[in-house]
């Protein structure tokens, strides 16, 4: 027969709160400037490699698919061995991977070096949320999941910003180099075991093995309620404003530094809807109808952004930055996994959200190729004014059509967020 008895726990949060989930974000702010910058990196690695769009594009899918997977995998070994071990040897990887892609125009040893770096950044994501989750009040997840957030693709948007017209092979060594000293002081300052926030059985037999997390997740309709919701919406995002946007902003005939601030745009609004999202869910003690808010404005503001014709530059950065700052809600879709999830499982439960998440984009980024066709070089316009929209030549008018046409996908995406968010469900909260 087991006991259970309270474990004396810490009042959260204090200053090793801070110093822990500071740490998990940032390595996320450092994975998400290298998803980000990608696109903006994209006309550098097309014209010193000699590689296609379509070829870029397989890059990209590579990366999300091998870092979706390695997600899953993350969430199930940050519960096991820590957050210290996990986060530390992984960036780690990383940096490695980085080092590679630069030191190599085989096309195979780039595709095997950005599966290491997906591979290494994989727990940046999980570790962050999780560290948030076990650092801070329950009651204070929704919001500290969006600042979360909100640090990381703010990273995103000013470094994609900074590097944008650079050549991709210093970026990617700093990079490496900076993300490298993130991993020494991970694992010399992150404390491997979190507190127990509430009452735990001591005895190893209550403990769920690898096995009954899978079943109980994959039996929990509302975690997968949660893992579409993410999927149609932060996987939408991820793979407009990680690739598609810059493309799309050339086609109008905008220069790579234009196209990049135009961009940057994009995860500044997801940045600040993260945290207003948060905030709004944890004052109303409800998740369900924030991310139903969410699902509805993302597609009305991105039909706007993709399909409103001949509109002028100012009204297309205002949609740019409304398209984030919907999309920002997505990381609700964490607190609405989670709450329906015993302690043991969280870790698992993020894992499988994010990795679902990014799946969806890998599978996104697959699907548009195959309707955009290939693309022709678009020229620069000379003239830039912010009240006027761009006016188009007939192969301009061509390939935004076409482009336009490959964001179908994206728009059903959405649908599907919409669909899975009026299925989501509060769980009581005391």
Known sequence: MSANTSIQTPRLPNGASWINWGLGVLFLMSCVFSVVSFAVL????????????????????????????????????????????????????????????ISSDNLFMMYLSRAMMAIGLSSAFVG????????????????????TNMAANLAGAIGSWLVAGMSYQPVVLWWAVINAGIAVFILVLVKSRVPQQD???VDTEDRLGTVEIFKLLFRSKQVWFASIFFTGT??????????????????????????????ALLPIGLAVGSVLFGLFS??????????????????????????????????VLCLLFISGFCIGGATL?????????????????IGLVTTCGYIGAGVLNLIVPAIVGPMKESTTISAFTMMKSIKLTDDQL????????????????LALAAIASFMLKDAKRS
């Open 333 to 349: 879709a964490f607190p609405a996994a989670v709450q329906h999830c015993r302690a043991s499982m969280q870790g698992a439960a």
């Open 234 to 263: 932060f996987g939408t995002f991820l793979s407009y404003a990680d690739f598609w946007n810059i493309q799309i902003q050339q086609a109008y005939g905008l220069d790579i530094s234009k196209a990049a601030s135009f961009n």
């Open 398 to 413: 061509a390939t935004v059509g076409a482009f336009k046409e490959g964001m179908i996908p994206l728009m059903v995406s």
């Open 42 to 101: 994209a006309p550098s690695i097309a014209k010193e490699t000699n590689l296609s769009s379509a070829t870029l594009s397989a890059l990209t899918s590579v990366f999300f698919f091998t870092y979706s997977i390695a997600q899953l995998a993350a969430g199930l070994l940050i519960d096991r061995i820590g957050c210290r071990w996990l986060l530390g040897v992984t960036t780690l990887i990383a940096s490695v991977g980085g080092l590679i892609f």
């Open 282 to 315: 944890d004052k109303i003690r409800k998740v369900a109808f924030p991310c139903r808010i969410c699902a509805i404005s993302s597609i009305i503001s991105m039909a706007a952004l993709l399909y409103l014709p001949y509109s002028p530059i100012w009204l």
């Open 128 to 147: 962050g949320l999780y560290l948030a989750s076990k650092w801070f009040p329950a009651s204070r997840f929704g919001v500290m999941s969006g600042v």
């Open 199 to 201: 009452p735990a059985p």
